[in-house]
């Protein structure tokens, strides 16, 4: 049998729980704004370019990690995966951060971009969702030395991991002309 299932067995209780755990924590979180609730908060303004640039950095890094894979250099590989996991942690402390503390920005465009805007909007969302466990479960396998059943989940995980980072940059490019400092 390929790779450590003790590994797999070890991991899989905690991907659950953190593929049920993170999209339920930011879901709360993200209908908690500090501002409404009468605290004198800063707005962290700031922050979307940041966590856009760190969902186009991921984009890079995803390609980059598939590229040294191809090329069989499995630790390259393996640490450029890491850091996407740290930027995907890192953006989404970023994003509950900047909506706890400012008011909701609307899109304000009109017509048949506002339906191509909240299209992207919906999908990158819940494939942000989806993702989670792919995501854990791709990881732990290719740690875990089942390199064929990893290969066959990535397959699925790197276009959806992918498609969520690059929206993640389109959605804030679509959206920062009405953000309001």
Not at 14 to 32: E, N, Y
Not at 99 to 128: A, D, N, P, Q, W
Not at 141 to 166: C, D, E, N
């Amino acid at each position: 049998m390929e790779g450590n299932k003790k590994i797999e067995q070890k991991y899989k209780k905690w991907i659950w729980i953190l593929s049920v755990t993170i999209p339920v924590v930011v879901a709360v979180l993200f209908s908690v704004n500090l501002q409404k609730l009468g605290y004198d908060v800063k707005p962290l303004s700031f922050l979307p370019p940041i966590y856009a640039t760190i969902n186009g950095i991921t984009v890079l890094l995803l390609v980059s990690a598939v590229i040294a894979i191809k090329k069989g250099n499995k630790k390259l590989h393996e640490n450029l995966i890491k850091i996407c996991i740290g930027c995907s942690i890192a953006f989404l402390a970023m994003y509950v951060a900047y909506h706890m503390t400012s008011i909701e920005t609307k899109f304000g465009g009109e017509g048949v971009i506002r339906y191509v805007y909240f299209f992207i909007l919906l999908t990158h969302i819940l494939l942000s969702i989806v993702i989670i466990p792919f995501v854990l479960i791709t990881f732990v396998r290719g740690i875990s030395g089942a390199y064929q059943r990893h290969k066959k989940l990535a397959r699925i995980t790197f276009p959806m991991w992918l498609y969520v980072a690059v929206t993640g940059v389109i959605v804030y490019l679509m959206i920062s002309p009405y953000y309001v400092n």
